[in-house]
């Protein structure tokens, strides 16, 4: 390709083109060009889908999703939000369950006064007391004045404590009190302080366990537990994991003033076959990282880390014996079907067969869902059973 040529295909990618074509050029070549533009075509599809939907629902900004699970949640939090009663969110870490608090709380008569938000991880139990309820002037060393407390702050609108497993047994029965009269005194004081607080609850811990160990009050249990919300984590809803990666990319990029990267077809379906123990937390903590080194160029899968096409995978395919007598392309597209055809036996599985539900889940039309389970062996019938 000759300068003026290649600064020509250049000015091209900048102004949004998929790819850049040579002279003289292969049918394969354009072929693969093709299909890259049909595959970029339906993420953006998708993600305008996902951020319309979130438009049509107020409340849920940031919580992008095609997953039927999610939606589920988007539901709950529609039935929950109108009313007043406490909410328990679980799930693991990086879920994101502030954001269904807040969603919660924006949907919520509540919308108009204070959201507070405090991690009751992050402080020894005396601190904690103090920051919930506050403290008075001369209570404790360092206390040099009156402190209101978080409790205080929430007054009318919502209180959102997040790791409450992690607190002592002191500081749940104190919170009991709370919760039961919504009534208390400030660390070091005698007047009694009443408040109008909606409370939502959040944990990874596993309750049930710990008040089986007694390191959680059961009584406090199910005074929380009115209204669970169970969110599931990033590997058992992989459908969203291509449709958030265009997301983070392209708002990070925005944020930073530069052309976003993108996926390979091999890379994307390494991401969704990897586990993210730090579910949408480190997804997007992994694309900022993708934006800041490869901005406007591919993400191949040898850039990805180790760990995203080993053990922490959640279906590792199982690996092609070496054959130097299979061409690379024929070696890859074989590798591609094996993660294709397990990706779709789990959506299958997910769906009890249902043929719809699958293909809007794998964001494809039926008629392409039905030809990919013939070429692959697969029988709705069989989950249908399951």
Not at 222 to 243: A, G, K, M
Not at 266 to 290: F, H, K, T
Not at 298 to 314: A, F, N, Q, S
Request: proline share 4%; hydrophobic share 40%; charged share 25%.
């Amino acid at each position: 390709m000759s300068q003026p040529d290649m600064d020509l295909g250049v000015q091209a990618v900048r102004r949004g083109a998929i790819d850049v074509l040579p002279q003289p050029f292969s049918r394969a070549r354009l072929v693969e060009s093709v299909s890259l533009a049909l595959a970029d075509a339906r993420g953006n599809r998708a993600l305008a889908r996902a951020r319309e939907q979130v438009r049509d629902r107020d409340g849920f900004s940031h919580m992008l999703t095609q997953s039927p699970r999610m939606l589920r949640v988007f539901d709950q939090i529609r039935a929950v939000a109108a009313t007043d009663a406490t909410v328990l969110i679980r799930g693991d870490t990086g879920t994101g369950k502030e954001l269904v608090s807040r969603a919660i709380h924006e949907r919520s008569r509540r919308r108009e006064q204070p959201f507070i938000s405090v991690n009751c991880g992050a402080f020894t139990e005396s601190l904690l007391e103090s920051e919930l309820f506050g403290h008075e002037k001369g209570s404790f060393t360092g206390a040099g004045g009156r402190r209101r407390g978080v409790f205080e702050m929430a007054d009318g609108g919502t209180l959102f404590l997040d790791e409450l497993g992690e607190t002592s047994l002191n500081v749940q029965v104190n919170l009991l009190r709370v919760l039961e009269e919504m009534r208390f005194r400030r660390v070091g004081g005698q007047d009694t302080v009443s408040v109008n607080v909606r409370i939502i609850a959040a944990t990874n811990v596993d309750l049930e366990s710990a008040v089986a160990n007694k390191a959680f009050r059961q009584d406090l249990f199910y005074r929380l537990n009115v209204f669970p919300v169970l969110l599931p984590p990033l590997r058992e809803r992989p459908e969203d994991i291509p449709l958030l990666t265009r997301h983070f990319l392209e708002d990070t990029a925005r944020a930073y003033g530069i052309e976003p990267p993108t996926l390979t077809s091999d890379a994307m379906q390494a991401i969704m076959a990897y586990r993210w123990p730090g579910n949408v937390r480190q997804l997007r903590s992994m694309c900022e990282r993708w934006v800041i080194v490869a901005a406007g160029a591919e993400i191949k899968l040898e850039m990805l880390p180790d760990d995203m096409t080993g053990e922490h995978c959640v279906n590792e395919p199982t690996l092609l014996p070496v054959d130097d007598s299979i061409p690379m392309k024929a070696a890859t597209d074989r590798a591609v079907a094996q993660v294709e055809r397990t990706y779709l036996q789990r959506l299958l599985k997910r769906n009890k067969g249902h043929l719809g539900n699958t293909a809007r889940a794998a964001g494809i039309t039926r008629r392409t869902l039905y030809t990919k389970m013939k070429a692959y062996g697969l029988d709705a019938g069989d989950y249908r059973t399951a």
